[in-house]
Structure formats: C-alpha cells, structure tokens
C-alpha cells in the first residue's frame, strides 16, 4: 500500500520561508511524477508545482520565482521550498504522486501566512 506523509507546514509572517517535505513510501519513487498542490479556505485545489522523473519541472504562474520543488529519490522523499511567502499562499499543501492511470494523496499540511 502506497502512503504519502507530507511535514514542514506551520505559521509564518509575510516574506518568511518553510520547507515542505513528502516521503513516499510503498511504491518505486523514482519513476513517478510528483506534485504539490494547495487547496484554500472556499476554494478549488490548485496545482504548485510538479517534478517528473527526469527531475523537470513545472510552476503556477503565482509561485514561480519563490517556490522549488526538488526530490532525493534515494529517500522516496520531494520536498518544496517556498520563500517569500504571502498571505495569499495560506492554504492545506497536499502532495501528490502520479502514475500511469493512478495517483497517490498525501494527508495535507497547513501553512499559514500571517503578521
């Protein structure tokens, strides 16, 4: 069985850092696409960012130039570097892992961005 335990979130103020990590276990890490995704207060969940396999990347729009996401596959483990944080990006991270046909939820964790 694949389990996905996402760790890092907390309460930070505007223009702060957090670090987000992912490990995988239960499945071949290496081969599948991993992402972050972020779902607010009344809002849909939305896409972050997404690692594949060949360790390419890709951003939201929003995030793009304060948020890296990286993967150390020999800890089944992605992980999310998110700087300049604003209130904005106070939202549950969830990541994800993706499969041919199939994918994989993590339980969340809650970031807060916060004066």
């Known amino acids: 069985q694949v389990h996905l335990v996402e760790s890092g979130g907390g309460l930070v103020q505007p223009g702060g850092s957090l670090r987000l990590s992912c490990v995988v276990s239960?499945?071949?890490?290496?081969?599948?696409?991993m992402g972050w995704y972020r779902q607010a207060p009344g809002k849909e969940r939305e896409l972050v960012a997404v690692i594949n396999s060949d360790r390419s990347t890709r951003y939201a729009d929003s995030v793009k130039g304060r948020f890296t996401i990286s993967r150390d596959n020999a800890k089944n483990t992605v992980f999310l570097q998110m700087n300049s944080l604003k209130p904005e990006d106070t939202a549950v991270y969830y990541c994800?892992?993706?499969?041919?046909?199939?994918?994989?939820w993590g339980q969340g964790t809650q970031v807060t961005v916060s004066s």
């Open positions: 239960g499945s071949i890490f290496s081969i599948y696409a």
């Open positions: 994800k892992l993706d499969g041919l046909g199939f994918h994989y």
